[in-house]
């Protein structure tokens, strides 16, 4: 096994036009693209355009207080318990914390506050598109809520979001924070208050959809096509080394291995094992060459490299895999049309995977489609782990690659020739 | 030692391989001589375990070889008609790739390449890829990597197909070198009947996937004792001559060469004198004839009625 293996990365690495193919033409592509696509790239990877909200506060703060002070002092609390009872009352107040949520340079780059006095003035600004959104805090917001910290009052109270339009972008965003502030703000309230446990706001009306807002910097062209090239130029490996199965079968030298007795099953396996640790290898190279040249993943922490290569490797697992399948069926029907065929099939798998553009600017729909792909699964898993999402959080697109891979082996072995080996 | 017996293989509806029977005794060498297509190279596959045949079997030393394939195939050099190489590779990278995979080792494997290098000279070349090798060098270490693991026998499938007549000869002698003093058993396949007449002790002759002939070079020529092949040179070649010669009973093939004709005829003394009375009467000049005896090559013309290289 060893033999082959050793043999295949010797007799590839002495091939010149090969290597340009594997490692050169993909970094040029890097090249290119990333330059030319650069502006493009980065309006489509960052989709979300800095929206205005207007919030209209009807409470009035210091009343909501001084009735919070009246309802301790009939409960005959000691008076330095009612103190720090109303100082972290004043400290959990749920609009301050909402207004310094919303201003937080976070937010700010993504949405602006504009605040307004009544209602009327915030609905005509959202009719004439002044504002994306409003925030209406009711009367005795503040009030209801620390009863409910406090008190365990069961009455419990929400502010109003209108948008105009609940499907744009703008509108799912806001409609996000709000349910990430709401469920931070009953986590800390909750922290804040040791002796309640209770969850406190009701954030029934901020029904979006729930996004993650990530904090990392969006991917820029560089990064997305250096991933893209990777894993569309993975092909090639398969199918270089599949070819050159054929060519083996062709020139006899398949028989002359199957002479000394070595297993098909073996033979198999070691380009499996070619495929695998050649795209590893490649991958390697791209992305290394791709930072030191254009910094392209320059900065990024330990944690991110480990997910970066456990990603690599399943997805060189999943090309060693399909080499095998094309090996099987190339020496199977004794022509390499087999190769040829998936050779050209790969610029319509990279298209749909998203290797030469994001193809979510297209439609949702090409999106999934493209992430049934195993290119387009695995290069979508490389931008969220980019993105800052968590490996366990790739699982899923991750555990359909190897999945795909597990059925590509399973038919190589069945499709392998195993009697007629000449 | 090895025999194959009422071997039968079919592609879909053709039949590549036509109830071939044959046999080798050990250190015996054998030629298996026939056109492209006769089936030589099909039945080669099957005596070396790589393609199990839809009827008949091989036996070695009495066991049916495809019971247990794998326990003949060290016994096995195979030289394809291809250059089963990698020609990316130097010789010494091709040969210690597939050493290894015989289960060659250490100072035994450094040994027997050396050997084998010497055995077809290129122990001075055995660095330089083998893509950047002459025809006949490539030949010879296609031949080296089948002998690394000292099989018992020999099986070359066209070996010299494509080299010029030196490095022909180089090979054919080695061949025999090692048949004769190395007690090597050979099955050799060619369609040059002037190698396998050189090095082979007995012959089978093959045309459309059958066995048409088999013996001694003596043997298979005697098939031809009361006939000759007169060949007539003439200044130029005419229809009405041509006629003439296909109406004499005692021509029995005819073959239109460059110069003139290849008569395979019926021992004949009025012979020669009709062939120029037909060339008188057809206003042509013969310029020469010779009488020769019959060559294997006639032997496959009587067998099978065209030449071995058509």
Redesign the interface.
């Known amino acids: 096994m060893f033999?082959?293996l050793?043999?295949d990365l010797?007799?590839l690495s002495?091939?010149k036009s090969e290597m340009i193919e594997l490692l050169l033409t993909p970094f040029l592509l890097i090249s290119i693209l990333g330059f030319a696509l650069g502006n493009l790239m980065n309006n489509t990877s960052s989709p979300i355009e800095t929206g205005k909200i207007g919030i209209v506060n009807q409470q009035n703060y210091e009343e909501d207080l001084s009735r919070l002070e009246e309802d301790l002092e009939n409960e005959n609390i000691p008076k330095e318990t009612m103190k720090n009872l109303l100082d972290s009352s004043v400290s959990i107040d749920p609009i301050n914390q909402l207004k310094t949520f919303l201003r937080s340079d976070e937010i700010k780059e993504i949405m602006e506050v504009k605040d307004f006095d009544d209602i009327k003035s915030a609905e005509k600004a959202l009719e004439n598109d002044e504002i994306q959104g409003i925030i209406e805090i009711p009367k005795e917001f503040s009030y209801i809520t620390w009863r409910n910290v406090l008190f365990e009052d069961k009455a419990t109270t929400n502010f109003d979001l209108k948008v105009q339009d609940k499907s744009q972008l703008n509108a799912v965003v806001l409609e996000s924070l709000l349910n990430s502030f709401v469920e931070e703000y009953n986590l800390q309230s909750s922290i804040a208050m040791t002796d309640k446990e209770k969850v406190n706001l009701d954030n029934s009306n901020n029904n979006g959809k729930m996004i993650n807002i990530s904090t990392e910097d969006p991917v820029n062209s560089f990064q997305y096509y250096t991933i893209g090239m990777g894993v569309f130029f993975a092909f090639s490996t398969g199918t270089i080394i599949a070819a050159r199965s054929y060519r083996e079968k062709?020139?006899?030298?398949f028989?002359?291995?199957?002479?000394?007795?070595?297993s098909p099953n073996t033979y198999l396996l070691s380009k499996l094992l070619s495929g695998t640790i050649l795209t590893f290898l490649q991958l390697g190279i791209i992305f290394i060459f791709s930072t030191l040249i254009f910094g392209t993943f320059g900065g990024k922490d330990v944690s991110f490299w480990i997910n970066m290569m456990i990603i690599t490797f399943i997805y060189s697992l999943l090309i060693g895999s399909i080499t095998s399948l094309l090996t099987s069926l190339s020496l199977r029907s004794n022509s390499a049309s087999n190769v040829g065929f998936f050779s050209s099939f790969t610029a319509a798998l990279a298209f749909l995977g998203g290797s030469f553009t994001p193809v979510e600017t297209f439609s949702e729909s090409i999106k999934t489609i493209g992430n049934w792909t195993p290119n387009g699964a695995v290069l979508t898993s490389y931008l969220q782990i980019m993105l800052g999402f968590d490996l366990i959080e790739v699982m899923p697109l991750l555990i359909r690659v190897i999945a795909m891979m597990g059925i590509f082996v399973i038919i190589a072995i069945y499709v392998f020739p195993k009697?007629?080996?000449? | 030692m090895l025999e194959a017996q009422n071997l039968e293989m079919k592609y879909k509806n053709k039949l590549a391989v036509d109830n071939v029977n044959l046999y080798i005794e050990k250190g015996e060498s054998v030629g298996l001589l026939g056109p492209n297509g006769a089936g030589k190279s099909t039945t080669i596959s099957m005596i070396s375990t790589l393609l199990p045949p839809t009827k008949g079997t091989v036996k070695y030393n009495g066991k049916d070889i495809f019971d247990k394939p794998e326990s003949i195939r060290p016994f096995l050099g195979v030289v394809p008609q291809e250059i089963a190489l990698y020609d990316e590779l130097s010789a010494l990278e091709n040969l210690t790739f597939f050493g290894k995979i015989h289960g060659l080792r250490g100072q035994v494997l450094k040994d027997k390449i050396q050997k084998v290098l010497e055995l077809v000279e290129l122990t001075d070349r055995k660095k330089d890829a083998v893509k950047n090798y002459s025809g006949g060098m490539k030949r010879r270490i296609n031949l080296a990597v089948a002998l690394l693991h000292d099989p018992e026998i020999l099986i070359m499938d066209e070996p010299t197909v494509g080299i010029d007549p030196q490095s022909r000869n180089y090979i054919l002698d080695m061949v025999k070198k090692l048949n004769k003093e190395k007690k090597l058993t050979i099955l050799y396949t060619s369609h040059y009947m002037e190698e396998v007449e050189k090095l082979c002790d007995r012959i089978y002759i093959m045309d459309h996937g059958q066995i048409v002939a088999s013996g001694t070079n003596e043997e298979l020529k005697s098939i031809l004792t009361n006939e000759e092949t007169i060949e007539v040179s003439v200044n130029v070649h005419d229809d009405h001559f041509t006629e003439c010669l296909m109406n004499n009973q005692s021509i029995n093939q005819i073959t239109k060469e460059e110069n003139g004709y290849r008569l395979i005829v019926s021992k004949s003394e009025e012979l020669l004198v009709k062939l120029f009375e037909y060339a008188k009467c057809s206003n042509i000049v013969i310029t020469g004839i010779q009488i020769k005896k019959p060559t294997l090559e006639d032997v496959f013309l009587h067998l099978t009625g065209k030449k071995l290289r058509d």
């Open positions: 033999n082959l050793k043999k010797l007799t002495k091939n062709e020139q006899h030298v028989a002359r291995i199957m002479l000394t007795n070595t009697r007629r080996l000449n």
